[in-house]
């Protein structure tokens, strides 16, 4: 009877890997699709400066809303599409689309400082990337200012010297570099030491838990003390109240992101903020 049960689990254990696998298999089919299809469209959210409230500049986050059915998150399928390679295709069109709305905005007159994009670690690893970015900037008559890069820690820490190579260059040139989900990887701190980064963004976790955990507060005093040592500009990511609020104002953190201030938004939404048509967020001044 133990051993029936063994086996039955076993199986069933197999079925439900292989409908996962299916369903992966399927979705990926699904993102190449997508991508012909205009399946796709970036977000922006806002990174508001801690001490004055401004809106300094948006992160633009990807969303896939199928033709049919409910919309897929980037949680789920950013790691399949850096698995299939797609992300090549995927990024290039993130990076493009951000540079025409940066440009757009730009022309329109609206101050933001500029857009970053999340750069996957495959992506990096492309001989061609540096190019890549370059040229984008070129057609839309853009300098680096106008676009930063986030990668997250883990990225870096895995980065080889090609990568690392890219990124300098990046960096040379005035690129903005953050470290995305800073706390979260596997990391020795001495890694800070090498890395061509601008901006340190403290992972969500860290935030969401400091109000009521000691632990996640000596964590996140600790990382702004080291991002401004290193000169790193800190931001504090997935902001949801105003505990964490006054929580990362007495870090002197830099700036904030996060629901309590904006949630992700479409180009047209987004642009309404900007132009002022809607005012602010419960009191980021105050
Ligand atoms: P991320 O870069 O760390 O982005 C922040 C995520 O936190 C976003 O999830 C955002 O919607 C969410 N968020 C923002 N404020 C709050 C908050 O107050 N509370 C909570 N609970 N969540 C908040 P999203 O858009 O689902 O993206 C998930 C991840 O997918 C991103 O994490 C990023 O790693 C990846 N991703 C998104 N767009 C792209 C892209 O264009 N390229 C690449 N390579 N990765 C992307
Ligand atoms: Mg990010
Ligand atoms: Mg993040
Ligand atoms: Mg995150």
């Given at each position: 009877r133990a051993k029936l049960d063994g086996y039955g689990s076993v199986w069933f254990y197999d079925q439900k890997l292989h409908d996962e696998l299916l369903y992966q298999h399927r979705l990926v089919d699904r993102l190449a699709e997508a991508l012909d299809n205009g399946e796709f469209a970036l977000h922006y959210q806002p990174q508001v400066?801690?001490?004055?409230?401004?809106?300094e500049h948006l992160e633009a986050l990807l969303r896939w809303q199928p033709a049919e059915g409910p919309p897929i998150s980037p949680a789920e399928f950013i790691p399949l599409a850096e698995r299939s390679g797609l992300i090549h295709r995927l990024g290039d069109w993130v990076m493009e689309a951000a540079c025409q709305q940066r440009a757009l905005w730009r022309d329109a007159g609206l101050a933001i400082e500029r857009i970053d994009i999340n750069v996957s670690g495959r992506q990096m690893s492309r001989p061609d990337i540096f190019q890549r970015f370059a040229d984008c900037l070129a057609r839309h008559d853009?300098?680096?200012?106008d676009i930063g890069l986030e990668l997250t820690e883990n990225v870096l820490i895995e980065a080889d010297d090609r990568v690392l190579e890219g990124l300098r260059r990046l960096y040379d040139l005035g690129f903005r570099i953050a470290i995305d989900d800073?706390?979260?990887?596997?990391?020795?701190?001495?890694?800070l030491k090498h890395f061509p980064v601008t901006a340190l963004k403290i992972d969500r976790t860290f935030v969401r838990d400091a109000p009521e955990q000691p632990e996640d507060r000596a964590i996140m005093e600790a990382a702004v003390f080291i991002g401004h040592r290193l000169g790193l500009e800190v931001v504090a990511e997935g902001v949801e109240n105003r505990e964490q609020l006054t929580l990362i104002r007495e870090m002197h953190c830099d700036l904030a992101q996060g629901f309590y201030f904006?949630?992700?938004?479409?180009a047209l939404e987004m642009e309404r903020v900007l132009g002022g048509l809607v005012t602010g967020h419960p009191g980021v001044s105050g």
């Open positions: 400066s801690v001490a004055s409230g401004r809106i853009l300098g680096p200012r800073f706390g979260t990887g596997y990391s020795s701190l001495s890694y904006f949630r992700p938004m479409p």
